[in-house]
């Protein structure tokens, strides 16, 4: 009898703990913590799931207002015109609570200048951490509205007045007040911003504790000065050149991660930058038209021997290191490299010209490099040059987007040669359609060990 009422007990508290909660049981905490991560217009609607949720949208941290998830209406102007009326209609019932997040995905008009100043002014008064205002979206949102071109100025002077550490604006202009200072600023992404000369360096100084820089799409420069004491991490993506070239100084003694993405530069200056340690780089591989741009980026290596990673393209047989850069240059301290390339003869030799300088690198990540021409053609000289992939130290190879093609087949044959110390290989495949496949790893197996007692009291130890 005991033994069936434990059980009937036990059964009974099982069920107790396995009982599917209640949504109102929910520390509050917790619920605005997962509603802050849906667009406010969704938020809005969980008010009606019980009393307790009623309220609770208006005290959510975060505020998102995409135009994109906004329901459409019978043309794109209208449905821009009962969005600004939500965004207002929102702002005026929300509590005053304060703001951690404010973002707008919004297609502008000037007609909604006001609005969006308000909106601007509402976020900053209720001391916004993050400010992520994108006033282009995507191109579908001009297939049926091509002649739609109205800039947004940005009042950088309403700033000053607020918390806002973390600033992101997209397709709008800038109205830099003289004599800016922000303390509190630490990150500013600016995309599609026109910028001159002289309003990048007002900005860089008036942050002075700025600490990460992402320009991308920016026109109106010809010499873009980056001084900064406090600056760690800066990003430098799509600067091309249709009427001239950007020149690019950089002076930053606390940078740590450097990114540099198709930018069509004049003259490259860099000093200062003894913290770096993760260098980016990327250009179109087409030997006419970019070549000379990557060659200058890559003189910037001899600045930074001391990077722990390196990302770049493999254009190192026509680099030929041991001309371009002094004798005795070596990566020494670069521990991880990203390289995207292919696999035929040209490609190794490349990859060996560049392994040459990095001793001590212990992983590669190898991604598939899609070309603009063919290679060139090789010496007699290269193409009977055996390919000694020097790799004393690595210890992990991945290739992504394996198809498994001849070449790459040989250059696994390869990298398991001579790989003393590598312990796997990670293989990635291609995906086929929608379809990814997992990755395939490969680990070195371990060396057999045989234990035989002699006569004495000695154990004799054998490797297979």
Same mark, same amino acid.
């Given at each position: 009898?005991?033994?069936?009422?434990?059980?009937?007990?036990?059964?009974?508290?099982?069920?107790?703990?396995?009982?599917?909660?209640?949504?109102? +049981?929910?520390?509050?905490?917790?619920?605005?913590?997962?509603? $802050?991560?849906?667009?406010?217009?969704?938020?809005?609607?969980? #008010?009606?799931?019980?009393?307790?949720?009623?309220?609770?949208?208006?005290?959510?941290? $975060?505020?998102?207002?995409?135009? @994109?998830?906004?329901?459409?209406?019978?043309?794109?102007?209208?449905?821009?015109?009962?969005?600004?009326?939500?965004?207002?209609?929102?702002?005026?019932?929300?509590?005053?609570?304060?703001?951690?997040?404010?973002?707008?995905?919004?297609?502008?008009?000037?007609?909604?200048?006001?609005?969006?100043?308000?909106?601007?002014?509402?976020?900053?008064?209720?001391?916004?951490?993050?400010?992520?205002?994108?006033?282009?979206?995507?191109?579908?949102?001009?297939?049926?509205?091509?002649?739609?071109? +109205?800039?947004?100025?940005?009042?950088?002077?309403?700033?000053?007045? &607020?918390?806002?550490?973390?600033?992101?604006?997209?397709?709008?202009?800038?109205?830099?007040?003289?004599?800016?200072?922000?303390?509190?600023?630490?990150?500013?992404?600016?995309?599609?911003?026109?910028?001159?000369?002289?309003?990048?360096? +007002?900005?860089?100084?008036?942050?002075?504790?700025?600490?990460?820089?992402?320009? &991308?799409?920016?026109?109106?420069?010809?010499?873009?000065?980056?001084? $900064?004491?406090?600056?760690?991490?800066?990003?430098?993506?799509?600067?091309?050149?249709?009427?001239?070239?950007?020149?690019?100084?950089?002076?930053?003694?606390?940078?740590?991660?450097?990114?540099?993405?198709?930018?069509?530069?004049?003259?490259?200056?860099?000093?200062?930058?003894?913290?770096?340690?993760?260098?980016?780089?990327?250009?179109?591989?087409?030997?006419?038209?970019?070549? &000379?741009?990557?060659?200058?980026?890559?003189?910037?290596?001899?600045?930074?021997?001391?990077?722990?990673?390196?990302?770049?393209?493999?254009?190192?047989?026509?680099?030929?290191?041991?001309?371009?850069?002094?004798?005795?240059?070596?990566?020494?301290?670069?521990?991880?490299?990203?390289?995207?390339?292919?696999?035929?003869?040209?490609?190794?030799? &490349?990859?060996?010209?560049?392994?040459?300088?990095?001793?001590?690198?212990?992983?590669?990540?190898?991604?598939?490099?899609?070309?603009?021409?063919?290679?060139? $053609?090789?010496?007699?000289?290269?193409?009977?040059?055996?390919?000694?992939?020097?790799?004393? #130290?690595? !210890?992990?190879? !991945?290739?992504?987007?394996?198809?498994?093609?001849?070449?790459?087949?040989?250059?696994?044959?390869?990298?398991?040669?001579?790989?003393?110390?590598?312990?796997?290989?990670?293989?990635?495949? @291609?995906?086929?359609?929608?379809?990814?496949?997992?990755?395939?790893?490969?680990?070195?197996?371990?060396?057999?060990?045989?234990?035989?007692?002699?006569?004495?009291?000695?154990?004799?130890?054998?490797?297979?």
């Amino acid at each position: 009898m005991e033994d069936t009422d434990n059980n009937s007990t036990g059964t009974s508290g099982a069920a107790c703990s396995t009982a599917t909660p209640n949504l109102d +049981d929910f520390p509050q905490h917790l619920i605005l913590h997962i509603l $802050s991560f849906l667009p406010t217009i969704d938020t809005i609607t969980t #008010s009606l799931v019980s009393k307790k949720w009623y309220p609770l949208w208006s005290l959510i941290p $975060s505020l998102n207002f995409s135009f @994109a998830d906004f329901p459409p209406y019978s043309t794109p102007s209208t449905t821009r015109q009962f969005f600004a009326e939500f965004v207002d209609r929102t702002l005026v019932c929300r509590s005053h609570s304060p703001l951690i997040k404010f973002h707008l995905d919004f297609i502008f008009e000037d007609r909604y200048g006001f609005h969006v100043d308000s909106w601007i002014r509402y976020a900053i008064k209720n001391q916004a951490q993050e400010l992520d205002l994108n006033f282009f979206i995507d191109e579908s949102f001009y297939v049926d509205e091509p002649r739609l071109g +109205d800039t947004y100025d940005f009042p950088f002077s309403a700033l000053r007045n &607020g918390k806002v550490r973390d600033l992101k604006l997209t397709r709008c202009d800038l109205a830099l007040p003289a004599n800016l200072r922000l303390l509190s600023m630490k990150s500013i992404y600016l995309d599609e911003i026109y910028l001159t000369d002289q309003m990048a360096l +007002d900005l860089i100084n008036g942050c002075p504790n700025l600490e990460v820089l992402e320009l &991308g799409n920016c026109k109106g420069m010809d010499t873009l000065k980056v001084c $900064s004491e406090k600056l760690k991490k800066l990003e430098l993506k799509y600067f091309f050149c249709k009427e001239n070239e950007v020149n690019l100084e950089i002076d930053c003694p606390n940078l740590v991660s450097l990114t540099i993405i198709w930018f069509e530069v004049g003259k490259c200056c860099v000093k200062n930058l003894s913290s770096l340690a993760h260098f980016r780089t990327f250009i179109g591989h087409r030997r006419d038209r970019y070549y &000379g741009y990557w060659n200058k980026i890559m003189r910037m290596l001899d600045q930074v021997p001391h990077v722990r990673s390196l990302a770049v393209q493999n254009w190192w047989l026509k680099l030929a290191p041991n001309d371009f850069f002094p004798k005795g240059f070596l990566l020494y301290n670069l521990k991880q490299l990203e390289l995207q390339t292919g696999y035929t003869r040209y490609d190794l030799l &490349g990859m060996a010209a560049l392994l040459e300088l990095t001793p001590n690198v212990e992983t590669i990540i190898l991604d598939h490099l899609l070309k603009g021409d063919e290679d060139e $053609s090789l010496s007699e000289e290269l193409l009977h040059r055996s390919i000694d992939l020097s790799m004393p #130290s690595l !210890k992990i190879v !991945k290739m992504k987007q394996f198809t498994g093609t001849e070449n790459e087949g040989s250059f696994l044959a390869l990298v398991k040669k001579r790989g003393v110390v590598l312990e796997q290989i990670v293989i990635v495949p @291609a995906k086929v359609g929608d379809i990814q496949c997992p990755p395939i790893v490969l680990r070195k197996r371990p060396k057999k060990i045989e234990v035989r007692e002699l006569s004495s009291p000695e154990i004799e130890v054998k490797e297979s």
